[in-house]
């Protein structure tokens, strides 16, 4: 098999992103179960604040000499991240996990198809909001029934999202490596934990939410950060772009640590979701929105 640069091995990379999918999709089921423990911002402080720990072990980034500019990329950058992670964390706790997942996507499929210009595209997004009203029971639940709390707060997710992604690349292009994210991580956790300590008291450090705080940050950000990297060294966008449309499928680590099951319409509502990722997100060639995977599992 050959890769899109002539050279051997697609396969590798191709398992490296698809586990690096699941391995997200797994860090937000177990976030799941860590809200009833500590709260919303008590989860995504943990997660961030690990996160920032296993990161900066590694990277050490370079901190001094930033100028003004730098620090305000990076900061909205970490402004973006926080209030995704707090958003759809909320929605977890309202929503099934494949429902916030699928729901999120939007964002960042509706920028990649705003920045193509293409009526296909366009089309392609209708296409999604049609899965979406599938997999949201607007169809068949009554209005007053319907979590609409959930829903929003997980399309305030995806708005989240996709401003992540034009930020990602924007402070890529001023830290090198890792130093943007890990910066980014210790800002929000900075953030987050304070708040953390007084929504969640004493409980932020029960034995039970350090160990759970620890597989969601290795599972939604060390494991599938590092897979990445890995991959797109030898990874096409447009594959790469392919591969990131399978996350809705997040209603499998639903069922399997959440006994989460969803009906025929919402499963075929998140297949519309996936097939239209995969008509927008394949055809990228460049890495700003293909090469940015779902940072609030």
Known sequence: MVTSAGRPGTAHPV??????????????????????????VGSVALRLTLSTAMLWALVRPRV????????AVVGLFSAALTCMNLAFYASLARLPIGVA?????????ALAAALSRQARDALAVLAALTGVVLISEALTVPW????????????????????YIVLSARTGA???????????????????????????????????AILTGLGIALLSSAIPY???????????????????????AAALAGLLV????????????????????????????????????????
Do not use: K, N, Y
């Open 15 to 40: 398992l490296l992103v698809l586990l690096a999918v699941v391995s997200v999709q797994f860090g937000g089921a177990l976030a799941a179960t860590l809200l009833p423990l500590v709260g919303v």
């Open 64 to 71: 001094r000499g930033r100028s003004r500019a730098d620090w």
């Open 101 to 109: 997942v699928t729901i999120e996507f939007l964002g960042p499929l």
């Open 144 to 163: 007053a029934q319907l979590d609409l709390t959930g829903m929003l707060l997980a399309a305030l997710a995806g708005a989240c999202w996709a401003a």
């Open 174 to 208: 001023r830290f090198e490596g890792l130093d943007g994210i890990a910066i980014c991580l210790a800002l929000g956790a900075a953030v987050t934990l304070p708040l953390g300590l007084v929504t969640a008291g004493a409980d932020l450090w029960q034995p039970r």
């Open 226 to 248: 590092s897979l990445e990297l890995l991959a797109l060294r030898h990874l096409a966008a447009g594959t790469f772009g392919v591969l990131l449309s399978l996350e809705p």
């Open 258 to 297: 959440l006994s989460q099951l969803l009906g025929p319409l919402q499963l075929l509502g998140m297949a519309l979701v996936v097939v239209a990722s995969i008509a927008v997100l394949g055809r990228r060639t460049g890495s700003t929105l293909s090469a940015a995977p779902d940072p609030s599992g």
